[in-house]
């Protein structure tokens, strides 16, 4: 660290994001480590090293794992290539770096696009990757990096041009006013309504849960954190409550006892979970010498999951 701030290479230093993740794999018994650095605390299990025998390894997705993963190959000598269908690195990083509250998270991965652009790995951005062509390349090994997609609830009137992701809320070039209803109190949906409220008039929360973030698998003091952002921010909860129709003004909720209300608001956002984008494992599978899915591919996760498989898989190799 400090020889790379003597250089002025300060960008090569893995700055903090604050996940707390250091502690909570330690509380919940896993091996504790980092969530971007996989050979913190453990650099004599996984010393560097260079591929005795360099391999062709496609990396499919430009997220934070399959950044990782391409990286890793480089370093080690690999000839890597790395797909992203978009025109933009960082996958759900971008958004999840959206909040000013997560300021550290777009400085790691604004750092971490840059290290890839010094490396040896070749981009291709607004490359979609097809089965086909994948196999006719005749790889090495594929790390199947695509990451997850929102989920579109079966909700009358959600395809309306009131309704947006909760993705495209928090990296909207145009902030959202007015009155806002954020549907799912999870994560993703608590953190979308803190970002909006700094721009909206009043901000309402939806979760058909009996509270909010009960599936956040985090440290106790960032779940306080949260909570407390969401507090100050003045957004308004519904807990144990379910959006059972959209329009264009508004909202109709339903409580668990059955009782029915409406919220009048100008922009609903759904965050009512991810699906992983994983058919393209099946697709390659037992067609290619070696192909590893990684992230939110696998199941929809958190960072540590997608840079320390891209690590190992990689590694491993």
């Known amino acids: 660290w400090a020889n790379k701030v003597r250089e002025g290479r300060t960008r090569d230093i893995n700055f903090c994001i604050g996940c707390n993740e250091c502690l909570h794999t330690g509380f919940v018994g896993i091996n504790r480590t980092c969530a971007i650095n996989p050979t913190s605390g453990r650099e004599y299990d996984y010393p560097e090293k260079t591929a005795s025998q360099p391999k062709r390894i496609l990396v499919v997705g430009g997220g934070v794992g399959g950044?990782?993963?391409a990286m890793q190959g480089d370093k080690m000598g690999h000839d890597v290539t790395l797909w992203e269908k978009t025109g933009k690195l960082g996958g759900l990083l971008l958004p999840a770096g959206a909040p000013a509250f997560k300021h550290d998270m777009k400085v790691y991965l604004d750092n971490l696009v840059h290290r890839l652009d010094q490396s040896g790995v070749k981009v291709v951005l607004n490359k979609e990757a097809k089965a086909d062509e994948i196999i006719a390349g005749n790889w090495d090994a594929v790390i199947v990096a695509t990451g997850s997609s929102p989920i579109v609830p079966p909700i009358p009137g959600i395809e309306g041009k009131n309704v947006v992701t909760a993705n495209d809320a928090l990296t909207a070039l145009v902030p959202l006013k007015g009155k806002v209803v954020v549907i799912g109190g999870g994560l993703v949906g608590c953190e979308a309504a803190v970002h909006i409220s700094q721009t909206a008039e009043q901000v309402y929360c939806v979760e058909m849960a009996a509270d909010i973030l009960s599936t956040a698998d985090h440290m106790f003091n960032n779940d306080q954190s949260i909570r407390n952002l969401l507090a100050k921010s003045g957004t308004i909860v519904h807990c144990n409550t379910t959006v059972i129709s959209i329009d264009e003004q508004g909202v109709t909720c339903q409580k668990k006892d059955g009782e029915q209300f409406r919220i009048d608001c100008d922009t609903v956002v759904t965050a009512i979970g991810f699906r992983p984008n994983n058919q393209m494992e099946g697709e390659l599978w037992g067609k290619v010498k070696v192909?590893?899915?990684?992230?939110?591919?696998?199941?929809?996760?958190?960072?540590?999951?997608?840079?320390?498989?891209?690590?190992?898989?990689?590694?491993?190799?």
């Open 291 to 317: 192909v590893r899915t990684i992230g939110d591919a696998v199941a929809p996760r958190k960072v540590i999951n997608a840079v320390n498989e891209g690590f190992h898989y990689v590694y491993a190799l």
């Open 67 to 69: 950044i990782n993963a």
